[in-house]
């Protein structure tokens, strides 16, 4: 399972899921040691398959950082807070995370858009 650290440690995803928003973007930045991605990678590509199934997914992305750094970012959208918390808390998702190295630290936080006058749309 990996380590779970906070953007926020003062409002972890934990509180976030109960927050009722819509719709959300997850992103939740990884770091491991790189002898671990293809594990990384496999356990990744298992949950990504869990969650297209659930309702409310909308998409997902994985990114690797440039260079040598074993860091990864997904970006995964959402119809609702509801509709993450009930992937997240699914026994089938969280019995999945026992296939992520050791290595292996999550740091997710949900987040909506913002409309800027000119710049972009909410």
Same mark, same amino acid.
């Given at each position: 399972?990996?380590?779970?650290?906070?953007?926020?440690? @003062?409002? +972890?995803?934990?509180?976030?899921?109960?927050?009722?928003?819509? +719709? %959300?973007? &997850?992103?939740?930045?990884? $770091?491991?040691?790189?002898?671990?991605?293809? $594990?990384?990678?496999?356990?990744?590509?298992?949950?990504?398959?869990?969650?297209?199934?659930? /309702? *409310?997914?909308?998409?997902?992305?994985?990114?690797?950082?440039? *260079?040598?750094?074993? $860091?990864? &970012?997904?970006?995964? %959208?959402?119809?609702? $807070?509801?509709?993450?918390?009930?992937?997240?808390?699914? /026994?089938?998702?969280?019995?999945?995370? #026992? @296939?992520?190295?050791? #290595?292996?630290?999550?740091? /997710?936080?949900?987040?909506?858009?913002? @409309?800027?006058? *000119?710049?972009?749309?909410?």
């Amino acid at each position: 399972m990996p380590q779970m650290r906070p953007f926020d440690p @003062a409002f +972890p995803i934990e509180r976030q899921i109960a927050v009722d928003a819509s +719709p %959300v973007v &997850l992103v939740n930045v990884f $770091t491991l040691d790189k002898a671990d991605e293809q $594990t990384f990678l496999n356990a990744w590509e298992a949950d990504a398959h869990f969650m297209k199934r659930q /309702p *409310g997914f909308i998409s997902t992305q994985l990114h690797r950082a440039l *260079g040598d750094s074993p $860091t990864y &970012l997904n970006y995964a %959208v959402w119809e609702s $807070t509801a509709d993450f918390k009930a992937a997240f808390m699914h /026994p089938e998702f969280r019995a999945k995370l #026992s @296939a992520y190295p050791s #290595s292996a630290a999550a740091s /997710p936080h949900l987040f909506q858009k913002v @409309a800027v006058s *000119g710049i972009c749309v909410a």
